[in-house]
T-cell receptor, first 109, second 112 residues
Framework: RKEVEQDPGPFNVPEGATVAFNCTYSNSASQSFFWYRQDCRKEPKLLMSVYSSGNEDGRFTAQLNRASQYISLLIRDSKLSDSATYLCVVRRSSYKLIFGSGTRLLVRP | EAQVTQNPRYLITVTGKKLTVTCSQN?????MSWYRQDPGLGLRQIYY???????DKGDVPEGYKVSRKEKRNFPLILESPSPNQTSLYFC???????????FGPGTRLTVL
């Protein structure tokens, strides 16, 4: 079983839709959590950190449920430019990040 | 411009021919790391470095070497490449281990 699991998708949604991704992690000692965005054949870039209290950045909302060991990302009012792969990332220790294999999002006109 | 650079960006080579992929960052970051990305497996850490002359293995270190003689550079060395090392490689850096990691543009390596 992978340490960080994501539904690979693709999620195919129309512009303006709300879409949610979940991610589960197996190591209960994981320290911190992130969502990264990766465009096709490009480098990953930090989208947002995920805090226990939940956090929002514009159209993006991230939530963490430590008890159930899952992380979610909600995107409201999807734009064509949101089409990308979203990577769930868990910090296992000070020096190790564990990446999920990503969820692909396609936003259609 | 603050950035992480990698060279070469694309490389096709043959089994057994030693190669080095360079990584350099101009942000004075202490922490640097190498990852490989393969379909369905996500990014997996190869090696990381906490500072100059301090390196350690990641999750998939076999067949790779690294060095950190200067803070800005963290080259990845494949002494005897094999076809199973065909992959997309990313270098990353961050000021502290808990901070956002900044990735280089990637190196696509094919070993025939």
């Amino acid at each position: 079983r992978k340490e960080v699991e994501q539904d690979p998708g693709p999620f195919n949604v129309p512009e303006g839709a709300t879409v949610a991704f979940n991610c589960t992690y197996s190591n209960s000692a994981s320290q911190s959590f992130f969502w990264y965005r990766q465009d096709c054949r490009k480098e990953p870039k930090l989208l947002m950190s995920v805090y226990s209290s939940g956090n929002e950045d514009g159209r993006f909302t991230a939530q963490l449920n430590r008890a159930s060991q899952y992380i979610s990302l909600l995107i409201r009012d999807s734009k064509l430019s949101d089409s990308a792969t979203y990577l769930c990332v868990v910090r296992r220790s000070s020096y190790k990040l564990i990446f999920g294999s990503g969820t692909r999002l396609l936003v259609r006109p | 411009e603050a950035q992480v650079t990698q060279n070469p960006r694309y490389l096709i080579t043959v089994t057994g021919k030693k190669l080095t992929v360079t990584c350099s960052q101009n942000m004075n970051h202490e922490y640097m790391s190498w990852y490989r990305q393969d379909p369905g497996l996500g990014l997996r850490q190869i090696y990381y470095s906490m500072n100059v002359e301090v390196t350690d293995k990641g999750d998939v270190p076999e067949g790779y070497k690294v060095s950190r003689k200067e803070k800005r550079n963290f080259p990845l060395i494949l002494e005897s490449p094999s076809p199973n090392q065909t992959s997309l490689y990313f270098c990353a850096s961050s000021p502290q281990t808990g901070d956002e990691q900044f990735f280089g543009p990637g190196t696509r390596l094919t070993v025939l």
